[in-house]
């Protein structure tokens, strides 16, 4: 490990490989609740309609259909470095630093990237451990990024993993203020159920590009976090009610008090998110404005979030605006990997990747919007041909 | 292809490319308006779960006297457009006229929200209205205000994408029959009609990059002055 030099010159980063983990066979629709579980017995009224905005058809489940789970968040985290490392020629030992990024964890304390290094084994390295929600990815992105491009390392991998369907099972709403008086769970609360699934999905990150073939040079990432204009949005923690009020948190409430009150469970403000699509559209807008993002420049759009899920109005003002990146140049694993939150992005990079459609001298713009406390990150990429040997 | 026709179409992609740049401009200020109104402790309260009737009373009570306003200042506006530009001026006739009466609307909801008629007619603005409306005719009575295009973008939007959202939340919240909630959820529909129309104001008037930045930045004013409207409502 090499220290920076206080004179040195900014490298560029390159992503040199991406690797995937998604546990078992994909799920279709109708074989959702036989793996999450049906909430007082009863199948849910709200998932047809959870299904038909977001337009997922498959996803994947790290739990058996009995609920009993086959991987944890950091195993399935450990594995997609693994495959990442493999893919770029690397192994465990080149590795130097580790940067992850989940919602939620397998244990409270300490952070993921302890779990997953636990897992990974191996030498020394530097962790960076990033909590949020879609989001988080981008943190653990930029962090890797930064060590690389100062010269403090050469070689990092970032990974971002999800076991969000544990959440979902029943006996984190029943008996609790979650469920209506017949007995049904909110939609606060049951979209979600039918919208996140698991996996993980990983890059490495490395100061010189791929001699043998094509890889990503980072342009750059930007994150614009708009939380001091908005309360959470999709959060876990509170009731509804009081979510904006931190003094009522559940850690204040304590356990038992707060799964009565159905603060332990991931809920979602749809008034709120409406709001919010407008706010991440008025960042991405800003980009364009300004000139950061020429959309006439971009060739590949990795959006997380499903085309449909925009309302015609929002279409309207991107177009009006000409801000608009036409469909076809949309790419997505949405309808058949899931919504896997934090992990999404990587999933649909490395699908797009090894899709072969993207040439050298192309970009790629990475949209990561994230609901929870609005906020939304972007990174530009570029396709760069494989170096000489000189 | 004649050079007439080559500077018709050269002419139409600059007045296009203007009216999108101002639009995108325009959309900027919309969502930093948003972030600015979800921080008001009226709004705040409303979408915390803390609105209450009294909340409610005395938004309809505030929205009122800017309602009224609207359609005077654009007619103001109206008569103070020359008559190179008789189309636009035509436009905000017609706006005025299906506008002037819909504080009317306001009194109705007021009353089926428990208010006396009194009460909503003799209230004063409050001093964000006095602001808004006090800015909007000193601008309506220049020569030519296009600028307050920009004015209704702010209060169109407001319309059509804020009023049923608020009407939705507080009918939700405040239990009271659909028939109090009539400006909120009702008046604001048919979006991608107003947003075309708009479009086509903005062509009357662009490309001219003074017009523009006058247009952008009425929005700036109305949007906070609007803001500090919403900010005197306190229960």
Known sequence: MQHANRDAVLRDAYITGSGVFLPGDPVANDRIEDFIGRVGGRASSIGPRALRWNGIRTRHYALTPQGEPLHSNASMSAKAVQAALADAGLGRENLQMLATATTQGDYLVPGHASAVHGELGGAPLELASFQSVCASSLMALKAATASVRTGEHECAAIVAGEFSSRWFRPGFYENTALLDGKGRLTMEADFLRFTLSDGAGALVLEDKPRRDRTCLRIEWIDLTSLAGSYDPCMWAGAPQALRADMMQAWSHAGPKASHANGAIALLQDFALLKVIIRAWIGVYLQKVDSGRIVPEQVDWLLFHYSARSLRQEIVDILQSTRAMIPEEKWFTTLPDTGNIGAASIFVMLDALVKSGKVNPGERILCVVPESGRAMVGFVMLEMVAGASFT | ?235
């Open chain 2, 1 to 235: 292809m004649s050079v007439v026709d080559v500077s018709v179409a050269e002419l139409s992609s600059a007045r296009d490319l203007a009216v999108s740049d101002a639009l995108r401009k325009l959309a900027l200020v919309w969502t930093d308006f948003e972030a600015r109104l979800e921080a008001t402790p009226l709004i705040r309260k409303l979408t915390r779960g803390r609105f209450e009737l009294a909340d409610y009373q005395n938004f309809l009570i505030n929205l009122r006297q800017q309602v009224k306003d609207g359609s005077l200042w654009m007619s103001r506006a109206a008569s103070s457009i020359d008559e190179q530009h008789l189309e636009l001026r035509s436009t905000l006739m017609k706006h005025a006229v299906t506008e002037h009466r819909d504080f009317r609307m306001l009194e109705a909801d007021y009353v089926a929200a428990g208010g006396t008629l009194s009460a909503i007619q003799n209230a004063k603005k409050n001093i964000g209205s006095e602001a808004l409306s006090g800015w909007m005719f000193n601008e309506a009575s220049q020569r030519n205000p296009f600028g307050l295009l920009g004015a209704m973008f702010i209060i169109e939007g407001l319309g059509s994408i804020k009023a049923q959202e608020w009407g939705k939340l507080a009918h939700d919240r405040l239990g009271l029959p659909k028939d109090a909630f009539n400006f909120l959820l009702y008046h604001g529909e048919n979006d991608a009609e107003h947003m075309r129309e708009f479009e086509e104001m903005l062509a009357l008037v662009l490309p001219d990059e003074q017009v523009a930045e006058r247009i952008v930045t009425c929005a700036k004013v109305v949007a906070r002055l609007y803001v500090m409207q919403i900010e005197e409502i306190a229960a």
